[in-house]
């Protein structure tokens, strides 16, 4: 193990040479087309068997080790989001609204140059390692179902994921068995009044005043109809109406989240947030319409598993900085392949504010810790080799 560390560190100059390359040509989710055909290139050119535009776009590769043993995936995501970068980085993106805001670049940038020392080695390996490259993490429905269906996870044992983690500090690596990151659901609410002139409020049915009412009652579902002992978040993150100032709308439309780690919590929220806008808009003499979309499911991590997990890494890691972390709202389509095969997937921490990585993800400053790569690298190592012990 500890010559493949070495390996790593060595190659370490060209993790980041390909996460800055990555990093300035950033693609939207399924709008990815130069950054799967430059990973299936790379992982080509170390002779690794490669799957093209596997479930739309993704890349899958096998290395195949000369001894006998388990199959072991390890999955990195590539897309980008819909941001202007304001970092100031030279290796800044050079796609006007579209940026690296979440650390997709680094995890791609790690995976390949794993990629690189395993098939260096892979006489002594046992079993096979599967790398799945997937796009669309960022946008519902993500590319991990149209992937899984194609076949990515046929054969596989055990699945592993890490997530480079400004909220926690580099050199520390967060783990949880069970779930770590919630379901991430939409709603949008139009709301229909009836306009009118400002000056005669009593001739109308203001739909301002009844989305407001609809926002504020909207928190009452988390706070008076959940269990206080169980998580759930209800956000309406926009609110469009109006026109002139002396017009009363006829229209608003409401859209926001809702994140959960429980599957009757969620089933709660939607029913009482439909009692909630309809009770409101009847009482107020409007209507509406409700659409609510379930996105990822919550990221539960298999028990046993990431039991494992901890103990591996501690043994190759300071065992202090390896922490049990508390669950976050945060959603992930890594959850669908947990669903299918046992895993973890895992926080490695890559904020440090000496190198400007002290903004939060999806933040047109966001940067991360690039020496988070080499930690992350090493453990997703040690996961895949030592499963087959």
């Known amino acids: 193990m500890s010559t493949l560390f070495d390996q790593l560190e060595t190659l370490y100059p060209e993790m980041v040479d390909i996460r800055r390359k990555l990093h300035a040509e950033p693609e939207l989710s399924f709008h990815e087309v130069k950054t799967p055909a430059f990973i299936a290139d790379y992982l080509e050119d170390l002779g690794v068997e490669v799957k093209r535009n596997v479930g739309g776009r993704g890349v899958v590769g096998y290395i195949k080790g000369a001894l006998p043993g388990k199959t072991v995936a390890l999955r990195a995501d590539f897309d980008a989001l819909p941001i202007q970068e304001d970092t100031g980085l030279e290796y800044s993106s050079k796609t006007p609204g579209v940026m690296h805001a979440c650390g997709h670049d680094g995890h791609t940038a790690t995976l390949l140059v794993c990629a ?231 926080f490695t921490g890559s904020g440090n504010p000496d190198v400007g990585a002290d903004y939060p993800h999806h933040h047109p400053k966001f940067t991360f810790d690039e020496q988070a790569m080499l930690t992350a690298g090493k453990l997703l190592i040690q996961a895949a080799i030592t499963y087959q012990e």
């Open 116 to 346: 690189k020392v395993l098939m260096e080695n892979r006489d002594q390996l046992k079993g096979t390692i599967v790398l799945i490259h997937q796009f669309a993490e960022e946008l519902a429905p993500g590319g991990a179902i149209a992937m899984i269906k194609d076949g990515c996870l046929d054969g596989v044992d055990v699945i592993y994921g890490t997530h480079l983690w400004n909220p926690i500090p580099v050199g520390e690596v967060g783990y949880l068995g069970g779930p770590i990151m919630a379901a991430a659901d939409r709603f949008e609410v139009t709301i229909q009044g009836k306009g009118g002139h400002g000056a005669s409020p009593h001739e109308t049915v203001d739909a301002v005043a009844v989305g407001s009412s609809v926002v504020q009652n909207l928190q009452h579902v988390v706070s008076r109809q959940v269990d206080p002992l169980k998580s759930a978040v209800v956000t309406t993150a926009s609110f469009q109406a109006g026109g002139p100032f002396n017009v009363i709308a006829d229209t608003a439309e409401l859209i926001g989240t809702v994140r959960s780690f429980d599957e009757d919590v969620q089933d709660l929220v939607i029913e009482k947030m439909e009692q909630m806008i309809k009770g409101t808009c009847e009482a107020m003499g409007a209507t509406y319409s409700f659409k609510y979309v379930k996105g990822y499911p919550a990221v539960v991590n298999d028990a046993t598993e990431t039991e494992r997990f901890a103990e591996v890494a501690k043994a190759i890691h300071n065992p202090e900085k390896v922490v049990e972390t508390a669950p976050v709202m945060g959603g992930e389509d890594f959850a669908y392949y947990l669903r299918e095969v046992p895993g973890t997937f895992f």
